[in-house]
């Protein structure tokens, strides 16, 4: 949910709320940007996603050192191309009214404790106010009624861990991905950008990338200016954006999972966040 916005990096007014927008994420790390078909673009946009700002990029993993190929679109959400494969053989479909909340047909398997790290070493180390907004986020989390518990610890090891939070360069704003296999998506970059804009709103990025790691879409998927100032509709939705039922149509301003943040915001759920993830597990 969190950064810049997708042509990267560019702040939007929106008059609504006279306050500054950022959407999801930002270039970081970025080696290679590939041409990417007409065919796979079509493809994306049958399973509900904005292929407005997509990008097919090739980035070494600052911390394992791997090379990692995904697609990267709606500003902050990251898709493995094997995952991408494997939503296009789902059978799941839903078409009708636009709802708010909505999800991926990949979801964590529960109930199960996941594990998160704040990432400590070197220049990729969570500064102050993002470790405080990270305990913040996963107490959020905990307060739940969901049969998932987080725990959370500070380290560099890792490896064991279900989901890494670590920093990387950026003007403010986050990535991550969809679970895969019933298991959260593993590694969350926070912009080093984002603490300048105070503990609150980095709590808000904070939560909204681990909501998609947790399987959550943008809110307002149907319709982005709602949030960003600019982007539209983008019509009924296959697997990519499924309808979370018991929430409503309709913009929800407070949802922590829109596209766009402002520099304000106080890091908590909003009302159908809380049914969505109520709902979902």
Partial sequence: MSTFKSTLQRVCAIALIAVLTFSCST???EVETPEIS???LVKFQDLGFDTSDIELRSERNPLTDEMERFYQLEGDIRIPEDQFSSMLKSDIFHTGVVGEQYRTSNLVSGPRTIRVIGYTGGSFALDNTM???LRWAIDNYNAISINLNFTLTFGTNYQPYDIVVYR?????GGSAGFPSGGNPYKFVQIQDGTSS???NTTEHVITHEIGHCLGLRHTDYFNRSLS???GGNEGSGGV???HVPGTPTGFDANSVMLSCFSSNEDGEFGNFDVVALEYLY
């Fill in 228 to 230: 960003c100032g600019r």
């Fill in 131 to 133: 470790r405080t907004a």
């Fill in 38 to 40: 007409d065919e796979v």
């Fill in 27 to 29: 270039d970081s790390q």
């Fill in 197 to 199: 804009f105070g503990t």
């Fill in 168 to 172: 990387v360069s950026g003007g403010g």
């Fill in 240 to 242: 990519g954006a499924i």
